[in-house]
């Protein structure tokens, strides 16, 4: 502001007259409280830009993603390596998407993406309760489904389609859902 | 040739009067819940098309996108407004 108006002290009394810390920092309460206030929803605004940034920034990334198409297909493993109530784990479609197999019965394959989607923490298989748990924040997803079932993930976790060929299981494609 | 406004009761030429502190304070707090309600509804747009992309919909990206712009560009209106009224009224 380039208007100045001599500062009115709490006692009234003139400038001269008041102490020394108050002619060091002459803070007008009223003057400073506008200034916050005003600085704050500056700020909200420099927030809001970020929030459009990001929006932004999943547009793209959804743009990538369609780009990419659907995975190539990859042998997994052989049927023959896989005992019921066994694990394979195994990376699809990125060599970061760590991926989970399992044989609940003789003749049930199924996959999924190993990452719980919470925090994203490797979720383990549990034959008995036929269930995956996440043991980090105690998720819990249904092996049958993928469905998130109990804890803190609400999304399933990415299906890996399947096929077997010759004996050999191979993925096919990601699957994902919201529900 | 431009006409002064004139006040309908008194048929007084009506003049503008600078804003009082206590006038620009209930602005800014008006403009800043307002501003504030904005950026919680961004937020739930970010937190829900976060969401829909990890789960593999696409199909909101684009719009939520859109409505968080709009949001943005409503704060920046009303930035520019606060600021507009600070600098139209001398310091009370």
């Known amino acids: 502001m380039s208007h100045h108006h001599p500062i009115v002290a709490p006692d009234k009394q003139p400038e001269d007259q008041q102490p020394q810390w108050r002619k060091d920092f002459p803070i ?10 005003r600085d704050f929803t500056k700020f909200l605004v420099l927030i809001s830009g970020g929030f459009v940034t990001g929006q932004v920034w999943i547009g793209m990334q959804n743009w990538l993603r369609a780009r990419r198409g659907q995975p190539p297909v ?3 493993t052989s049927l023959d390596e896989l005992a019921v109530a066994g694990t394979v784990t ?10 989970i197999l399992v044989r609940p019965t003789a ?53 890996i389609t399947l096929q077997i060929r010759g004996g050999d299981v191979y993925a096919t494609g990601v699957e994902l859902s919201t529900v | 040739m431009s006409r002064m406004p004139v006040n309908n ?12 502190r206590p006038q620009r304070m209930t602005m800014v707090y008006g403009i800043l819940c307002i ?36 949001c943005l560009l409503l704060n920046l209106g009303l930035l520019r407004y606060l600021y507009a009224i600070e600098h139209s009224t001398p310091e009370q």
């Open chain 2, 9 to 20: 009761l008194t048929g007084m030429a009506r003049t503008r009067r600078p804003l009082t």
């Open chain 1, 74 to 76: 990859f042998r997994i």
């Open chain 1, 107 to 159: 003749d049930t394959l199924l996959a999924y993406g190993q990452k719980c989607t919470h925090l994203a923490c490797p979720v383990i298989p549990d034959y008995e309760d036929k269930c995956f748990h996440c043991p980090a924040h105690h998720g819990v997803f249904e092996m049958s489904s993928g469905r998130a079932i109990a804890g803190p993930p609400r999304r399933p976790l990415s299906k």
């Open chain 1, 90 to 99: 195994f990376k699809y479609p990125g060599p970061h998407d760590d991926c």
């Open chain 2, 35 to 70: 501003v504030l309600m904005l950026v919680v509804l961004q937020l739930w747009l970010l937190t829900a098309t976060m969401n829909a992309f990890l789960g593999g919909d696409s199909a909101v990206i684009w719009p939520a996108g859109g409505a968080s712009a709009v």
């Open chain 1, 28 to 37: 007008e309460v009223a003057q400073d409280d506008y200034v916050a206030r």
